[in-house]
């Protein structure tokens, strides 16, 4: 499977322009050392609320970067970093099941809580709101979505996008958000399709069930399943991207960023 678009589609890659933003990549500081991260933000501001962007499994690439673009194009502070550098280079990888066996099964949670924890702490060293928290993740970074906003009491809102809710990429992943979800410490909008073969919809309802019983965050937060969706519906770059159901998710997520933040 290709990640890339396939050969003759219409390219429905969206390119966010960089005037008016700061923007780039950085060596970002954290527990063992040093990993690439991405930055973008509103030139010449301060102050400015953060949100943290979570990789889909292929890395930081374009997309992502993109991402970042856009919520600093809407006021933010967005940064994301290559959270699993230290096990290897997506980008050498053609066939998911590789990449996953090979390097994404071998992330632990531990490690990427600490690596979003020093994003936290770059941004505040800058000069950004760091009060004002919140993260948003794609595919494998949706989950962590899930999992960042049940870790780090500083976070006020996250928007996971069609992350898995009751299984992880491997046996390192000891927990999964519907292990955490009721005890979220922030409002979650969860954005999924309906016909995602790798989230079953019996997933979806259980983890409805797990945030109406929890506490106060949990039953503030939301999720939306987009009928005819499959998975990756936000990916531009891919045959999966579906363009009116992520632009209705986008501005759902702007809107929950905007009360929550």
């Known amino acids: 499977m290709s ?11 969206i390119h966010t322009p960089v005037d ?3 923007q780039g990549e950085f060596d970002l500081m954290t527990f063992d050392g040093t990993i690439k991260a991405y930055y973008a933000a509103p030139a010449g501001r301060i102050n400015v609320p953060v949100i943290l962007v979570v990789q889909e499994i292929f890395g930081v690439h374009e997309h992502i970067r993109d991402v ?27 066939e998911i099941p590789e990449l ?14 600490a690596d979003l924890d020093a994003c936290v702490r770059w941004a505040a060293a800058r000069g950004a709101n760091v009060a004002h928290l919140g993260v948003t993740g794609f595919c494998w970074g949706g989950r962590l979505t899930w999992m960042y906003a049940a870790y780090n009491p500083a976070c006020k809102a996250a928007v996971a ?11 390192l992943q000891k927990q999964n958000p519907v292990d955490v979800g009721g005890s979220v410490h922030a409002p979650v909008l969860g954005l999924y399709g309906g016909q995602d073969a790798s989230i079953p919809q019996e997933d979806v309802r259980r983890m409805e069930g797990v945030l109406a019983q929890g506490n106060e965050a ?8 987009y009928p005819q969706a499959g998975h990756a519906f936000f990916a531009d770059y891919r045959p999966s991207y579906r363009a009116d159901d992520a632009k209705d998710g986008w501005g759902k997520a702007l809107e929950w960023f905007r009360t929550y933040l």
């Open 3 to 13: 990640f890339s678009s396939t050969t003759g589609q219409a390219d429905t890659t």
């Open 68 to 94: 970042c673009r856009r919520f600093a194009k809407e006021g933010y502070l967005a940064v994301s970093a290559e959270l699993y550098q230290r096990q290897g280079d997506p980008s050498q990888y053609t």
């Open 100 to 113: 996953v066996a090979n390097i994404v099964s071998k992330v632990p949670d531990e490690q990427v809580m």
């Open 161 to 171: 996008w069609y992350g898995k809710l009751a299984t992880g990429h491997g046996p």
């Open 20 to 22: 008016g933003l700061e």
């Open 218 to 225: 949990a039953k503030a937060s939301k999720i939306v399943v």
